[in-house]
């Protein structure tokens, strides 16, 4: 287990490491590639993408000064661009930018903290449904299948189920901020996405159908206990 732990934050490090020449760029943005040279003119010469595509441009970027510009707005697809460009002389400049979904790439602290944080919703999430499965809920009954005592533990095994609701919800939105942040991780990204904003959505509907759960219960239970009285059975 520790060197799974080990190896899950080493990953997590080198990730967080990664950097390029230019600030990261969010998915689906422009992004403006810019270099300072003093030439009579800049062209940039190819961009390829993360996949290994490479968009042949030989197109001249727009001068200001000694300032060259070029604006690319093809980044939908994550990952490490790396583009080329020539002046007037004949010289080539190799550069290269990231594209994030966030646009940002995470410090070893906010990565360790995500990472740490969602440890401990999961194991949370865990510990509560199994103390759910373990906790009785049907009231004890005699062999004639009449009640004779009222179970309280079930309560708490109804607030526990109310609970591990939100509980999942977070884990999800921390789960989700960690495919976000790390390029390794997109692939979940609308999964864990679409899992986060379902519930959510469906977090009012949760909470009245356990609000109704209980209102049942105590019912139900008032019921049994004027049945138990009648029997002159021990509550």
Request: hydrophobic share 50%; charged share 10%.
């Amino acid at each position: 287990m520790k060197k799974i732990l080990l190896c899950l934050m080493l990953g997590i490090f080198l990730i967080s490491l990664a950097t390029a020449t230019l600030p990261p760029v969010k998915q689906n943005e422009c992004v403006q590639l810019k270099t300072i040279l003093n030439t009579a003119w800049v062209n940039i010469s190819s961009i390829t993408y993360p996949n290994g595509t490479t968009l042949f441009l030989n197109q001249e970027m727009t001068k200001n000064a000694l300032t060259f510009n070029y604006t690319f707005c093809g980044t939908d697809t994550l990952g490490l661009y790396l583009y080329d460009y020539f002046d007037a002389e004949g010289n080539a400049y190799p550069n290269d930018f990231l594209v994030t979904p966030s646009g940002k790439v995470p410090t070893v602290a906010e990565s360790i903290l995500y990472f740490l944080l969602t440890i401990i919703m999961f194991a949370g999430s865990i510990a509560i449904f199994y103390l759910i499965l373990i906790i009785p809920y049907q009231n004890p009954k005699n062999e004639e299948g009449v009640v004779v005592e009222i179970t309280k533990l079930k309560y708490l095994k109804v607030f526990l189920i109310t609970i591990l609701y939100p509980i999942v919800i977070i884990t999800l939105n921390l789960m989700n901020g960690l495919a976000v942040n790390f390029m390794s991780l997109t692939i979940f990204t609308g999964i864990i996405g679409f899992m986060f904003e379902t519930l959510l959505r469906l977090a009012w509907m949760w909470t009245v159908v356990m609000a109704l759960w209980i209102i049942y219960l105590l019912i139900r239970d008032t019921n049994f206990r004027k049945i138990i009285k009648q029997h002159n059975l021990k509550i």
